[in-house]
């Protein structure tokens, strides 16, 4: 693989899809819409993730971890402040079950399990959104935001995102050799 | 509107409440002649009395030698042990009393959203082959993993992975270390011999030394210790260290207290009047400075919203602190397994496995085990739309109540309601089978078998209506006198109510018109049927009086062992068992107009 990222054009059911020759992404990850997605090197998808390009397009930047039954992207007919799509940012987990629709996701976020993040909303670098929190349509959360409970809110000081970056890579390297990655069935 | 469920609640009748609350509510059936009689009385189950008797059935217990049914007042607790929730650690009783009831091994919690604290290096983790063998090393800091709070975060950093409890009594926030107890005394006995050396005034008031709380409190406790001490051996008061309430100054007070007379009064005003109040900082003596406020709303400021603690926080931490910067991890608290008794006769009702990683039970008598359960179902399965789920008022609407059987005899059970419901709004209440048989909880491999067998037997005998009813597909009408359905163990029985309506006004008006007993009624109480409709009262309350007959064996019960000993020729001996209780039967809302 000479190029390190190859732009292929596929027919009306595939939607385009652009990534870097070292990602993981499982067979049956599902993969739907017009408008394309991209993933950056080093990210892993897991089986059964949905993404959905249909209203917007996607784009996932290195080192993330978007887990199984996840759904990544617009669910239904964009707003009008939303035109670039679904921006995830590097070193992102998505862990199980988490709806994420927002505009942009910052570098080092943790989205955990079964959480919903609306349209249009905005996360700041290196938060974290509790399992089964809520992040309302166009809401913005500043960087190191901890979203717990119901919708409680605090910025952690703790000053170990590094550490935090460097696990994700450990956890990505783990899950290489775990998951059979066929990145070509999508493209 | 929240969906309701019908629900069945059991009175225990260690406290009968119907006589004296009726009475003094005013919510009196027809006559007070009938109050008298003891057998007419109906429950009222909404006497503000009768919320304390009420439970369901899994919350009682039954004592099999008093044959009673037993509920959390009259059970007496016995602490079994003390445990960490967290570490599952037993804790003896003698470090709870001198301790208190935290863990005090490595269990905390997050001060911000309460969830468990882990410790971890504060060191990025060693990279490379075999990393996971080489031990971690270098300060440590509790994480919490829900709110990623850590406790870096109010300076305080711990050299060792364990004992964390021992480590933060030693630190304070921000990483300073705490003056321990002993150091505390030594400095304070330091000074002491200073001050009186030099004589100087400017030791008696020096209300710029700040003291931590515990310092302070310390501090305080040995000058009053000292001072009573001081003032007599056995003050008036007995507080000579300890609360010696045994003390000869104690005792002649509480002599005088009993007697009026002036028993050691003269001796302990004069005594009393010696005593002086602190002075110093020594003697724990803290004088607020009056730009202390104003340096709390200037910090209030600077840290905003996001720096100051929730209601809630602050509730859980024992200095009352008003910022996040002041919060401290809060060691868990610790919790019991109790044994109970029964207080009548003192038996054992339950009493849990002694350790603590073990959830059975040694001995537990509870009432399902005992008691017939009931369940309400409408005979008519409504429409799933929340509204259409209400009745109707003035509709006949038929319930199903179904008995369980939990005991392996036969029951007989006979259940009575009142014609009316007590309360504002009389629901007329028809049970059309009051009286009925129960099976025995047999095994359900024995029934089959039973049954397959030509149906002889027992189970032969039996109607079988259950069969007749699902034949029909549900459209047989309910008779007066007859059981609905029968089945191994389980009888249920039709219970027709007509629901009142809910109008205050017309209730008055409608009631005039009925019986003569209901205007007594009304003559007696009637400002009870003032005011708009309270919480809750369109709930549909029946109060049933379920009294369960039945024959045990006599070798079987622990309790009867003499009488079993006298009787062992006959051991097919049996003997008769009452039980008697009211319930009260939650059946479903009645539709405002």
């Known amino acids: 693989m000479a190029s390190s990222k190859r732009v292929s054009i596929m027919p009306a059911p595939k939607p385009p899809f652009s990534c870097a020759p070292n990602i993981v992404i499982a067979d049956n990850a599902s993969l ?156 | 509107m929240a969906e309701f469920k019908p629900y069945t609640y059991f009175q225990c009748p260690c406290t009968d409440t119907s006589f004296s609350t009726r009475r003094r509510i005013g919510d009196s059936g027809p006559s007070s002649e009938e109050e008298t009689d003891e057998d007419e009385r109906t429950f009222d189950p909404r006497a503000p009395r009768a919320n304390y008797s009420l439970y369901p059935l899994e919350h009682l217990l039954y004592c099999e030698d008093c044959h009673q049914i037993r509920c959390p007042r009259c059970v007496l607790d016995e602490i079994v042990c003390w445990y960490c929730p967290n570490c599952l650690f037993e804790v003896p009783s003698s470090s709870v009393k001198s301790e208190g009831n935290r863990c005090t091994r490595s269990c905390f919690q997050c001060p911000i959203c309460t969830a468990p604290l882990s410790i971890s290096s504060t060191e990025s983790p060693p990279e490379g082959l075999g990393a996971e063998y080489v031990a971690q090393s270098g300060p440590y800091v509790l994480n919490c993993a829900y709110c990623l709070w850590s406790s870096k975060e109010i300076g305080i950093q711990l050299e060792k992975p364990n004992s964390i409890y021992a480590q933060l009594a030693k630190i304070k926030n921000g990483g300073e270390p705490y003056i321990s107890p002993k150091e505390r005394r030594r400095i304070r006995e330091e000074r002491k011999g200073d001050g009186e050396e030099s004589q100087g005034s400017e030791m008696t008031l020096d209300p710029n030394e700040k003291l931590d709380a515990e310092s302070q409190f310390a501090n305080l406790k040995a000058f009053y210790q000292e001072q009573l001490a001081e003032s007599s051996p056995a003050s008036a008061l007995g507080f000579t260290g300890d609360y010696g309430y045994g003390s000869p100054g104690a005792l002649s007070r509480i002599m005088g207290l009993y007697t009026g007379s002036s028993f050691g009064d003269k001796k302990s005003k004069s005594r009393s009047s010696m005593m002086r109040e602190a002075q110093s900082a020594l003697e724990g003596l803290q004088i607020s400075s009056p730009s202390a406020s104003e340096e709390s709303i200037a910090r209030l400021r600077a840290s905003g919203w996001e720096g100051t603690c929730s209601t809630a926080q602050r509730l859980a931490q024992a200095h009352n602190p008003r910022f996040v910067s002041d919060l401290r991890p809060i060691a868990h608290l610790l919790r019991t397994k109790r044994s109970k008794r029964c207080k009548t006769c003192r038996h054992i009702l339950s009493k849990p496995e002694s350790k603590v990683q073990n959830t059975r039970f040694r001995i537990r008598l509870v009432a399902p085990n005992y008691v017939p359960r009931i369940a309400i179902r409408p005979l008519q399965p409504g429409p799933a739309a929340p509204q259409a789920l209400l009745l109707t008022p003035l509709r006949p609407t038929q319930f199903v109540l179904t008995f369980s059987n939990p005991l392996f005899d036969d029951v007989r059970v006979s259940i009575a309601t009142p014609a009316k419901t007590p309360g504002r709004f009389g629901s007329r209440v028809t049970i059309l089978c009051p009286q009925f048989e129960v099976g025995a909880n047999t095994d359900v491999w024995d029934e089959a078998l039973r049954e397959g067998g030509a149906g002889a037997g027992k189970g032969g005998e039996r109607e079988k209506r259950r069969t007749k009813a699902e034949a029909s597909e549900g459209q047989q009408q309910a008779e007066a006198g007859k059981v609905w359905e029968r089945g191994r163990n389980w009888v249920s029985v039709v219970v027709e109510v007509v629901p009142a309506v809910l109008k205050v006004g017309e209730e008055e008006k409608k009631d005039e018109k009925e019986e003569e007993e209901e205007q007594e009624e009304e003559e007696g109480g009637g400002s009870r049927y003032a005011g708009p409709l309270r919480e809750d009262e369109d709930i549909l309350e029946i109060p049933v009086f379920v009294r369960v007959e039945w024959e045990a064996d006599v070798a079987q019960d622990e309790g009867a062992g003499l009488a079993a000993a006298n009787n062992k020729d006959n051991k097919e001996e049996k003997e008769k068992r009452e039980l008697a209780y009211w319930c009260v039967l939650g059946v479903g809302r009645i539709a405002r107009d």
Do not use: W
Not at chain 1, 100 to 105: H, K, N, P, T
Not at chain 1, 139 to 164: P, S
């Open chain 1, 32 to 187: 739907t819409g017009t408008h394309p997605i991209s993933v950056g090197p080093q990210s892993v998808i897991h089986p059964r993730t949905k993404l959905n390009s249909t209203y917007a397009p996607i784009t996932i930047g290195s080192s993330c971890i978007i887990s199984e039954r996840s759904m990544i992207g617009l669910q239904s007919a964009p707003s009008d402040y939303q035109t670039k799509g679904v921006v995830i940012g590097n070193g992102v987990v998505v862990e199980v079950g988490a709806v994420v629709e927002a505009m942009e996701i910052g570098e080092g976020c943790v989205i955990e399990v079964n959480a919903r993040i609306g349209k249009g909303a905005v996360i700041g670098k290196h938060c974290k959104i509790g399992a089964m929190c809520e992040v309302a349509e166009g809401d913005v959360i500043g960087d190191f935001t901890v979203v717990y409970a119901n919708g409680m809110r605090r910025v952690d000081r703790g000053g170990v995102e590094d550490l935090k970056l460097r696990m994700v890579g450990r956890q990505v390297e783990v899950l290489r050799k775990l998951i059979p990655s066929n990145p070509a069935k999508f493209q």
